[in-house]
C-alpha cells in the first residue's frame, strides 16, 4: 500500500513538472512567478503573391515571445478562393456585428488593379471607423513607450483619426511618381506636375509620364475623394470631368520607352530604376493632384476590436507588430514588394540605404543612392491628401479605361454616369 501511495505521487509530481512548461492551463511559469496566458486571435489578410502570412505570424509569435508577453496568439487568415473568402470573410463580419470577432485586424485595403478582384473584410475602412468597429487607440497610445508616431508621416497618419480620436494605424500606403531620363526632358527644373502642368509643358515624354502613372494610381491627380461621415464626395463633377479631359489629352505610352525609365507608386522605385540604362540621366519626378500636393493611397492597417476582452494586451501584441525590428527585416519588408512604403519615415529611410534595387537581365543590383533616397522622401513629404484604397479607385480605374479615346463631349455623358454611382456609394 505503502509503495502504491509512493508510486502515485511521484506520478503526480512528474507531472505537474511536465505542465509546468505548458500553456494548457492558462498560466505561464517563470523565475518572477506565475503569469496568466491571454488568449489572443489576430486577423491578417496580405495577399500571398506579396507577403507570406505564415512567416510573418511565426515572426510577430516570435516577437511577443522576446518582450515576454503572455499571450497565445491564433491566426485568422482568408483564403484565396474566391468563393471561399467571401464564406470566411461573410462569418468574421457576423461574429463582430454580435460583439465578438478577431482581436486584433493586420489587414490590407481593397485593390482595383489586381486581377482577380478580391473582397477584403473591409472594403470602406472610414466607414467601419465611423460605426465603432475598431478600439479608440489615443489612451494606449498616450501610455506607450515603444510606439512613437512622431516618427511616421504625419499627414498618412492623419488617415486613422475621427474627430473623436484615432481609431487605427496606417501601415504602409502608396504615392505616385515616375522616374525619366533627364537627358530628354525640356525642363529638369520641374519636378513636380500637376495634370494642367503636364499639358502646359508641351513636353511628350512628360505627358506619357502623367497619364502612364495614373493609369496605376487612379486618384492621384484628385485629392481626398469622399467624407463617409457627411457621406458626400468631396470631388465635384466638374471637377471629375475636367481631370479626365486633361488626362485624355496626354499622348499615350503602354509600356517603357527610352525615355521613360519608371512609373507607378514609389514602392516600386526600388525595383525600378533596374531598367536604367547606361549613361541615363535619371530626374524623379513627383505626380501630383489638383492642389500641387501629392495623395497618398493607405495600403494596410492595423487595429483594434472594441469588442475584445483585452485591449491592453491586444495593444501590446499591436506594439510588436509594428515594431521597427519586426516591419524592417525577416520575411516581411517593406518597399522591397507591392504592399507600399512604411509610414514610419526613419525606417523606410534605413531600408532605402540598405536595399538593392532587384536586377533586372543585363543590370547589376545596385544600392539606393543617398540623392535618390532623398528625392523620394522629399515627395513624401508633399503628401496633403490620404485616401484608403475602395471601390472608389475602381470605379475612377474603370471611367478612364470608358474614356480613352473618346471625344469631350462622350467623355462628359461618362463622367456624369460614373458620378452618379460614386455618389450612390458613398451616400449608402
Known sequence: ?????????????????CLSGCENDGKERDGGGVKEITELTVCMDSSSELVDGANFFSDLQRACRERNLPVKLKAVTFPES??????????????????????????????????????QLF????????????????ELLEQSRTLDLSQCNETVMEAGRREEGRFLLPVSYEIPLVILDGSLLKDTEAAQMTAQDAVDSGDELVG?????????????????????????????????????????????????????????TANYAFSA?????????????????NTGGVTATVTQFAAINSNTDNPETAFSVLEALLSEELQGAGSWRFGSTGIGLSVNDSLMQDMMNQHPYAG????????????????????????????F????????????????????????????????????????
Open 1 to 17: 500500500m505503502r509503495k502504491r501511495r509512493v508510486l502515485s505521487l511521484t506520478l503526480a509530481i512528474l507531472l505537474s513538472l
Open 82 to 119: 474566391a468563393a471561399e473568402r467571401e464564406s470566411k470573410i461573410s462569418a468574421v463580419q457576423t461574429e463582430i456585428m454580435a460583439g465578438k470577432g478577431p482581436d486584433l485586424f493586420f489587414v490590407s485595403c481593397y485593390d482595383p488593379l489586381l486581377y482577380p478582384p478580391q473582397q
Open 123 to 138: 472594403m470602406e475602412p472610414e466607414r467601419v471607423m465611423q460605426a465603432g468597429v475598431f478600439l479608440r487607440l489615443d
Open 208 to 264: 506619357q509620364a502623367f497619364r502612364s502613372t495614373v493609369f496605376a494610381s487612379c486618384s492621384a491627380m484628385f485629392g481626398k475623394l469622399a467624407d463617409y461621415d457627411a457621406g458626400k464626395l468631396l470631388i465635384s463633377q466638374e471637377e471629375l470631368s475636367k481631370g479626365m479631359k486633361l488626362l485624355c489629352s496626354m499622348p499615350e505610352e503602354s509600356g517603357f520607352t527610352s525615355g521613360l525609365l519608371a512609373y507607378g
Open 273 to 289: 530604376q533596374a531598367f536604367l540604362r547606361e549613361n541615363a540621366a535619371p530626374v524623379c519626378m513627383a505626380v501630383c493632384n
Open 360 to 387: 533586372a537581365e543585363g543590370f547589376d543590383d545596385r544600392q539606393v543612392t543617398a540623392e535618390e533616397a532623398g528625392k523620394i522622401q522629399k515627395i513624401c513629404g508633399m503628401v496633403n491628401a490620404v485616401n
Open 389 to 428: 484604397k475602395t471601390e472608389l479607385d475602381g470605379d475612377l480605374y474603370a471611367l478612364y479605361l470608358a474614356c480613352r479615346g473618346r471625344p469631350d463631349s462622350e467623355i462628359e455623358a461618362e463622367v456624369k454616369e460614373a458620378y452618379r454611382k460614386m455618389l450612390m456609394k458613398v451616400a449608402e
